[in-house]
C-alpha cells in the first residue's frame, strides 16, 4: 500500500513538473515569418535556421522589451491570412504597411524602408527599367507589392509565384520576362546568381516595412514600438542594415 501510494506521488510529481513545461512554452509569443526572402528572413542550408535582418531586429526587439517569442516559418499567403484573424501574435517577414492590410492587421512604426524594381537575364537588353515592361510577362510573389506593381503596369501579364526563387528560376529559363521585387531581395538573389540575373533601372516605389499583430493588441504593439524606437535612436538598427543590406 506504501509502495503503491509512494508510486502515485511520483507520477503526480512527474506529470506536475511536465506540465509546468508545457506552460512556459506556451507563454512565449508566436512570431511568424516567411523564411524564403532573403535578406530578410532565409533558412539556413548548413543550421537550418530562420536567419536574415528581420530575424535579427525581431530577437534585438524582444530582448530589448523583455518578451519571450517563439519564430514559426510558414508560406506567405497563411501568414497574411492568420494575422488578419489573430492566429499568431506577430509577423515579421518584409511586409509593407498598406491601407488595405492595415484594415486586417495591426502595423508597428516603420523599421524600414525599401522600394521595387525589376530583375531580368544577364542577355536581356530590351527591358531597362520598369516603363519598358508593357506586353512582357512579368513574374512577383504572391498577395507582394511587386505583383501589385506588376498589375498596375498597362499591358503587364502578371505571374505569381509562392516564392521568389522560383519566379527568378523561370526568368533564367526564358519563361517570364522579368521580375518585380523589393530592392534587397533583388540584391541578395542577383548577389547570389551573378552570372544568370541583373538589376535593371532603378528603384520605383517608396515602402516601410511594419512589424504585424494582432489588430486588438495594442499593448504588445506599443511595447514593442518603445524598443523599436530605442533600437533605432542607439544606432543597432543602422548596424542590421549595413551587415544585411550590403550590395557587394
Same mark, same amino acid.
Request: glycine share 6%; charged share 20%.
Given at each position: 500500500?506504501?509502495?503503491?501510494?509512494?508510486?502515485?506521488?511520483?507520477?503526480?510529481?512527474?506529470?506536475?513538473?511536465?506540465?509546468?513545461?508545457?506552460?512556459?512554452?506556451?507563454?512565449?509569443?508566436?512570431?511568424?515569418?516567411?523564411?524564403?526572402?532573403?535578406?530578410?528572413?532565409?533558412?539556413?542550408?548548413?543550421?537550418?535556421?530562420?536567419?536574415?535582418?528581420?530575424?535579427?531586429?525581431?530577437?534585438?526587439?524582444?530582448?530589448?522589451?523583455?518578451?519571450?517569442?517563439?519564430?514559426?516559418?510558414?508560406?506567405?499567403?497563411?501568414?497574411?491570412?492568420?494575422?488578419?484573424?489573430?492566429?499568431?501574435?506577430?509577423?515579421?517577414?518584409?511586409?509593407?504597411?498598406?491601407?488595405?492590410?492595415?484594415?486586417?492587421?495591426?502595423?508597428?512604426?516603420?523599421?524600414?524602408?525599401?522600394?521595387?524594381?525589376?530583375?531580368?537575364?544577364?542577355?536581356?537588353?530590351?527591358?531597362?527599367?520598369?516603363?519598358?515592361?508593357?506586353?512582357?510577362?512579368?513574374?512577383?510573389?504572391?498577395?507582394?507589392?511587386?505583383?501589385?506593381?506588376?498589375?498596375?503596369?498597362?499591358?503587364?501579364?502578371?505571374?505569381?509565384?509562392?516564392?521568389?526563387?522560383?519566379?527568378?528560376?523561370?526568368?533564367?529559363?526564358?519563361?517570364?520576362?522579368?521580375?518585380?521585387?523589393?530592392?534587397?531581395?533583388?540584391?541578395?538573389?542577383?548577389?547570389?546568381?551573378? @552570372?544568370?540575373?541583373?538589376?535593371?533601372?532603378?528603384?520605383?516605389?517608396?515602402?516601410?516595412?511594419?512589424?504585424?499583430?494582432?489588430?486588438?493588441?495594442?499593448?504588445?504593439?506599443?511595447?514593442?514600438?518603445?524598443?523599436?524606437? @530605442?533600437?533605432?535612436?542607439?544606432?543597432?538598427?543602422?548596424?542590421? @542594415?549595413?551587415?544585411?543590406?550590403?550590395?557587394?
Amino acid at each position: 500500500m506504501k509502495r503503491t501510494s509512494l508510486s502515485f506521488i511520483v507520477m503526480l510529481l512527474g506529470l506536475t513538473i511536465l506540465l509546468s513545461g508545457c506552460t512556459q512554452k506556451s507563454d512565449a509569443l508566436t512570431v511568424v515569418t516567411d523564411g524564403t526572402f532573403p535578406p530578410f528572413e532565409t533558412v539556413d542550408e548548413q543550421t537550418k535556421e530562420i536567419v536574415g535582418f528581420d530575424m535579427d531586429l525581431i530577437h534585438a526587439i524582444a530582448e530589448r522589451a523583455g518578451l519571450n517569442i517563439e519564430v514559426q516559418n510558414i508560406s506567405w499567403d497563411p501568414l497574411l491570412a492568420g494575422m488578419a484573424e489573430c492566429q499568431y501574435d506577430m509577423a515579421i517577414s518584409a511586409i509593407t504597411i498598406k491601407p488595405e492590410r492595415a484594415l486586417q492587421m495591426g502595423f508597428s512604426d516603420p523599421y524600414t524602408n525599401a522600394g521595387q524594381i525589376v530583375v531580368v537575364d544577364i542577355d536581356n537588353t530590351t527591358v531597362n527599367a520598369h516603363t519598358d515592361l508593357a506586353g512582357m510577362t512579368v513574374g512577383a510573389q504572391i498577395a507582394t507589392t511587386g505583383a501589385m506593381q506588376a498589375e498596375a503596369i498597362e499591358g503587364v501579364t502578371l505571374k505569381t509565384y509562392d516564392t521568389y526563387e522560383l519566379a527568378f528560376l523561370d526568368v533564367v529559363n526564358g519563361q517570364i520576362d522579368a521580375v518585380i521585387v523589393d530592392y534587397p531581395t533583388a540584391v541578395a538573389f542577383v548577389n547570389q546568381n551573378s @552570372e544568370s540575373l541583373k538589376l535593371v533601372g532603378e528603384v520605383f516605389t517608396d515602402e516601410a516595412y511594419g512589424i504585424a499583430f494582432c489588430k486588438t493588441n495594442t499593448a504588445l504593439i506599443e511595447q514593442v514600438n518603445t524598443a523599436l524606437a @530605442e533600437l533605432i535612436a542607439d544606432g543597432t538598427v543602422r548596424e542590421l @542594415e549595413n551587415r544585411w543590406f550590403s550590395a557587394d
